[in-house]
């Protein structure tokens, strides 16, 4: 149906609105190229981009020489630079690598040189004393530390939902709830068959992260297969923020960053991830051996974590391949590209592979001449506990009082952040979606007070049965 | 990391002699206590639409016997408290949160504006709330349909949609309010479970369960894993004894009970918490280790009925009203009151050699089942007193005397309250 009357022909269509996707999506428009972002999800970072440890790495202890090493470096210095401008709470706190044995301390000083190799020299071996002095609430045994005084924490949600918006704005048609499930070519012209009808496209940019393997199959490629890896995290009540002040990182494995201990903008502190590979590429569910697994790591790094209420446990997949390295082609004469394989780096590297990904359309022969960008970032709602939230904002309060009517008490969302969620470019349309876009219902009652509120907001504001919001409408997909 | 006070020049100022920061039962009692033996403002801050805290959302009826001495619904209760506090001159201010400024100081906000706090005494009673499935550490799924008592009786308020079939997680008193909530809501509820070895909750509470609403009762059961991906649609249930499994099909499930102190307010403003309630430590008087703050309700016994709470509140208030008006030097030292297993908490959990004691109660939780047994309290080994209680049943009120307060010394160590 909507194939006869929408038959534009767009330049690229980005499958996959996760924070990459979105990153690319905004970057193609912004040079003046016709795009369209789908995403079988609600709402955009519904997948891997949700469930992370919410960390801006320097790339410190990326494999030296790799793509991804590169693509890292300069995604921290552009995710930072966008962040400041775009409002996204971000916070410089640093990480200490800790050494809880003899083979881990002699470990830190490859470490060291490791984060030389890729173009990091702020790096520093502590001893024990230095390590301590810096986090006196570490549990007993830590023999040093490693220092990355460049880790940084970073509102992931914002991240993705600010790149999303800046896409829109710059003409990308975002379309939601939208699966791809076939593509023809004919004549150079890729016709995507979607759940909501068709989209003609001349290029197709894979970024569908989980399920980006199978779409490469479907564009005849066969160079990485996706394993679903399962990360559980733990979120602590906010009084445990004054446990810890830096992320706290165990010595890397090859399979795994490891088990880490970081504090969130939000306030929180972050117990995780796992590194489970599973056979099932939706399952998002927590695990009693999972959370026991975290808990026995964090008695350890922060013993007292564990005295403090828990207030949410949340697993997330993410993309592994058998590769060391992201999965990144070009196919000009196919007017195809895949970015595949992007790993738990993908936050702090979305804006440099959507960099990446315009120098390569460029060298196919695009035509991505930089814009102009007067108009810049635009402004997002702090909801960083290092930024001045509305409900302590006297003057933002005395020209709108709705930011001063507290809905959610333990996050101390205002209606008025509600409404301007409800009325921005990329709008809720979940529960989820409120959450990550206000914080409402993310704190430790998680809803006893203002989940029946936040549900009748939302239901109103959509014009919708809330059995839909509160999946009672049948679907369970 | 958070910044400092935001236009601080900006900002309007609220000074009361008392802020009481919730309206629930115990702030609206302790704030007419206190209004009707002392004259100046005695300010209440509510951050709901309406005073009355969360009896004002239990519809059912039996609020206010030991308070107001009659019968009331739990709206009708909070109508009738606030309405006395309005009466002896007691402001209420709604829709107002308040929070603590970096610099320690008290704030408050609403749609009236952001307002710094100064008063000679601060109040907090700000309550307890249920403890969700998330700090239950409970696997799984996080699909939608997963509730707390509370979050149901507004779904239901609301005439929100809530599903069909239902489990409630917990068997005290008011996992047995969320029955009736579900059935008022049309919900059919598939089984009521408990990890312990019985029902918490009066007799008559499990009579009509079983037989008037003919919902089977699992005791030793622990919910180990919720699935569904929008909505729920199973539960996993374990038997504590043989390990073995169930599966249920539902598409509701309500964790109701497991009341943790509503802490944060106490916590930001570097009031320090009793290790056994998780609220402020207190003497009996509400006096927290904060000069010129004082707790009292369920934020630190959580939780006693409504009813009951008014009752210790106010005497608070009463303590609070008569220190208004005297020459206030520092604190007496407290000597804390540590509990040891299998009981959970003690309140009174702070004791003032030589301070007015405050009321004749001391209230205490356990988390075991018994019989004829009995609590002592004990500092150095020297015994204080010795109470005889008939039956201990986890999450239901156990009441003993307070005489043994008066026999704590404040050169000696810690007082233990302990079971024998």
């Known amino acids: 149906m909507r194939a006869e009357t929408r038959e534009h022909l767009f330049d690229v269509a980005v499958i996959g609105a996760g924070v990459v996707g979105c990153a690319v999506a905004r970057d193609i428009g912004r040079r003046g190229m016709s795009c369209v972002l789908v995403d079988r999800a609600d709402d955009v970072g519904d997948a891997t981009s949700k469930a992370n440890t919410a960390i801006l790495h320097t790339g410190f202890d990326a494999e030296p020489g790799t793509l991804e090493s590169r693509l890292v470096a300069r995604g921290h210095q552009l995710l930072s630079d966008y962040a400041g401008e775009a409002g996204v709470a971000l916070e410089r706190i640093g990480a200490l690598v800790l050494a809880w044995d003899d083979d881990q301390r002699a470990a830190l000083p490859g470490l060291r040189e490791k984060a030389l190799s890729n173009g990091y020299g702020a790096v520093a071996v502590l001893d024990a004393h230095e390590a301590y002095r810096r986090e006196p609430f570490l549990g007993p045994g830590c023999l040093g530390a490693l220092a990355i005084p460049d880790e940084s924490i970073i509102d992931p949600w914002s991240t993705t939902i600010a790149l999303a918006t800046d896409a829109v704005r710059s003409g990308v048609d975002l379309r939601l709830e939208t699966e791809v499930v076939g593509v023809t070519t004919v004549a150079g012209v890729h016709r995507l068959e979607t759940t909501t009808g068709s989209l003609a496209a001349r290029w197709v940019c894979n970024v569908a992260g989980l399920g980006a393997d199978r779409l490469d199959n479907i564009f005849g490629h066969a160079e990485f297969h996706v394993t679903a890896r399962r990360g559980q995290l733990v979120v602590f009540d906010k009084m445990a923020r004054q446990l810890v002040s830096s992320i706290l990182l165990p010595v890397p494995t090859q399979r795994s960053k490891g088990v880490l201990v970081a504090p969130t903008v939000y306030g929180n502190v972050l117990l995780g991830p796992t590194a489970e590979d599973l056979d099932d590429r939706t399952d998002t569910a927590s695990t009693a051996d999972g959370v026991e697994q975290l808990r026995a790591a964090g008695s350890r790094v922060l013993p007292r974590l564990l005295d403090e209420e828990v207030t949410s446990v949340f697993a997330g997949l993410r993309a592994a391949t058998e590769h060391r390295d992201f999965q990144i082609r070009a196919y000009p004469e196919e007017r195809y590209l895949c970015v595949g394989g992007i790993r738990s780096t993908g936050l702090t590297a979305s804006m440099a592979i959507a960099e990446h990904v315009v120098e390569l359309l460029g060298s196919a022969g695009e035509d991505v001449v930089r814009l102009d960008d007067a108009s810049g970032a635009t402004r997002f709602p702090p909801l960083g506990e290092c930024q001045v939230r509305p409900y302590r904002d006297a003057a933002l309060i005395a020209t709108d009082p709705e930011y001063g009517r507290i809905v959610c008490h333990c996050e101390l969302v205002s209606a008025g952040e509600l409404r301007d969620a409800f009325e921005s470019p990329v709008p809720p349309r979940s529960t989820g979606g409120i959450r990550r876009r206000t914080r409402a219902m993310n704190g430790r009652c998680q809803g006893f007070y203002c989940a029946a509120t936040v549900v009748s907001a939302l239901a109103a504001a959509r014009g919708i049965d809330p059995r839909h919001l509160l999946g009672l409408d049948g679907g369970q997909s | ?420």
């Open chain 2, 1 to 420: 990391m958070t910044t400092g006070r935001v236009q601080s020049e900006a900002c309007a100022r609220e000074v009361a002699d008392v802020v009481v920061i919730g309206s629930g039962p115990a702030g609206l009692a302790a704030a007419t206590a206190i209004r009707r033996s002392h004259p100046g403002r005695v300010l209440v801050v509510e951050r709901q639409a309406r005073a009355g805290g969360i009896p004002a959302q239990c519809d059912h009826r039996g609020f206010g016997l030991r308070d107001l001495h009659r019968s009331y619904s739990g709206p009708d209760y909070s109508r009738a408290l606030a309405g006395q506090a309005l009466e002896a001159g007691v402001e209420i201010i709604t829709e107002t949160t308040a929070f603590i400024e970096s610099d320690g100081a008290l704030a408050i906000t609403g749609p009236a504006g952001l307002r710094h706090v100064e008063a000679a005494h601060v109040l907090l009673a700000t309550g307890a709330r249920e403890r969700p499935r998330t700090a239950r550490l409970v696997p799984g799924t996080r699909p939608a349909g997963v509730f707390t008592t509370g979050q149901l009786q507004q779904f239901v308020r609301r005439s929100l949609p809530v599903g069909s079939r239902a489990l409630v997680v917990g068997a005290e008193h008011v996992s047995f309010s969320a029955v009736l909530t579900l059935r008022e809501a049309g919900v059919a509820v598939r089984a009521m479970v408990t990890d312990l070895e019985e029902a918490q909750s009066l007799p008559v509470a499990n009579a009509v369960l079983r037989h008037l609403y003919r919902v089977p009762l699992m005791t030793r059961t622990a919910v180990v894993s919720l699935e569904g991906r929008r909505r729920l649609q199973g539960v996993t249930l374990e038997d504590c004894v043989t390990g073995a499994r169930l599966s249920v099909e539902v598409d509701t499930i309500v964790f109701s009970g497991g009341w943790v102190p509503e802490y944060g307010l106490a916590r930001s403003a570097g009031v320090v918490l009793d290790p056994g309630s998780g609220g402020p430590a207190v003497d009996a008087l509400g006096r927290t280790s904060r000069i010129g703050w004082f707790a009292a309700g369920n934020l630190v016994h959580p939780v006693e009925t409504a009813d009951s709470t008014a009752v210790q509140a106010a005497r608070v208030g009463a303590g609070m009203a008569a220190s208004l008006t005297r020459t206030r030097g520092p604190l007496a030292p407290a000597v804390p009151v540590r509990v040891a297993a299998p009981l959970a908490w003690v309140w009174p959990n702070l004791v003032r050699p030589g301070l007015t004691s405050g009321g004749d109660v001391t209230l205490l939780r356990t988390a075991e089942f018994g019989a004829q047994r009995s609590v002592r309290f004990s500092q150095d080994g020297r015994e204080l007193g010795t109470y005889r209680i008939r039956h201990l049943t986890p999450n239901r009120s156990l009441r003993v005397g307070a005489a043994w307060r008066n026999g704590v010394s404040a050169e000696g160590g810690l007082v233990t309250a302990s079971l024998h």
